[in-house]
């Protein structure tokens, strides 16, 4: 009989998590999975590590090799479960939460309170609005209370379109007294939220100002000169000469599409339209082309992009090949896998050598919309601290046209601009623009993504199952008169 792979690796690996050296930790787990068979404990670090640097996706594929190898493991279903919220993929989780919560027995109460609220999450998601009811009324009827289940409760009556009862009930979140600071922002960002639908436009700026300053207040600091410094970078090393010598993975593998945009731009409503192709496939915004950068970077010792002079093509194709094992696990057989990741832009110049059969498509929405857009929803702030000021964001979005003008003039991979607004008008020619673009037939379906049956991985369900419509252009007029510095660098 064949023993696991020497257990001094499985005894490396956990001594390189014990370090928090993820990137070391990752490498010699990959060499290890290559010869099995494996000691069990190597999916564990391996799930570890890549959640730690941010690869959720295939933290997810490991989570689930361990949940195959002990299904009747509790602990073990209830982190995958919450690795698949974490990705968007929120039918798969209320499933296995059901089966958690049918195993009540062996969760702890604590523990069994919190799968209930995630549930109530979960239920928004899905838009099961009368099952979040009955839930919300077994707590009543247990005497349960707390800011978590308060939320909940106005949400539910946002989703109704009730949304002055909605604003009271975020509002009083907002001001009560014990309450975590996470679950107190978010609280400002639903009340601005519910106040714009009422129209009340000067409140809810000032609702997300409340929330956007007590961040910025925060130990979190952007950098724009470094920022700058990083785009020019870029596009002084990524000129035609060197994009056509540079060593390339030689992956052909034509699945993946990258939708390259910033946020709140129309890159969600791109990946419905592509999701609802029957060759197509939306795996939500997976960080792996932006993390498999910084990998290069650590494994060469040297800075993105110039490690790339030095990265041999075997560590190229391992990248890629990574990369398409994840992408194959959450999308089945689709041909064209879409990925609508926030920052690509900064990581094309790694898709091109480790992807190289890839397809780009930038979107762009009108600058002073999006930017509002963002400023009145919550970004993750460590990822993005740019995103809590008016001045920032429109710093960004200028760096963003920036590379992006260099990579339509440079770029070796097809790549297609779309602009948001002309997809709202003129949605019969620009789908068939995408289709075209990706070697895609025709199909009715992707005219009517809204009613697909398909599941969209992305965290902008508020987004899905709603025909096109062209109620979001030109919003900013409501909020002109907060947008000062914003309308001075884009006009209006």
Known sequence: MTEPHDNSDAERLKAAIESERWFDAIELGESVLREPPVDPRTFRFMARANIEVGNQATALQFLRSMHEAQPDNTA?????????VVLGDARSAMDNFSTIISRSGSVPPREYH?????????MLRLNKLDQLEDMLAEWQAEKRHGPRIASLHSKLMQARGQYEEAAEGFSTLTKAPKIDIGLRLQAFFDLSKVLDRLGRYDEAFEAARQANEHTATSKLHFDRDGYRHETDRMIRYFTPERIERLRTSGRGDQSPVFIVGMPRSGTTLTEQVISAHPSGAGIGEQREPIIACE??????????????DEAPVEMLGALGERYLRMSLGLSGDATRVTNKAL???????????????????????????SLLSIYLHPLEAALYP?????????????????LVAHWMSTASLPMLELDYETFTKTQFETTNRILDFLDLPASEECLNFHESKRYVRTPSYDQVNKPLNQNA???WRNYEKHLGPAIEAFGG
């Open 343 to 369: 920052g690509l832009e900064r990581a094309i110049g790694g898709i091109q050598v480790m992807l190289p059969g890839s397809r780009i498509i930038f979107v762009r929405r009108d600058p002073l919309d």
């Open 114 to 122: 919190r799968i209930r609220l995630e549930i109530g999450d979960l």
């Open 76 to 84: 073990i279903l209830i982190a995958m479960t919450r690795a698949q």
């Open 473 to 475: 252009i030109g919003r």
């Open 295 to 308: 990998t290069l970077a650590h494994l060469t010792g040297t800075d993105f992009p110039e490690c790339l």
């Open 386 to 402: 740019w995103s809590r000021s008016i001045e920032d964001i429109a710093f960004v979005r200028r760096e963003f046209d920036r």
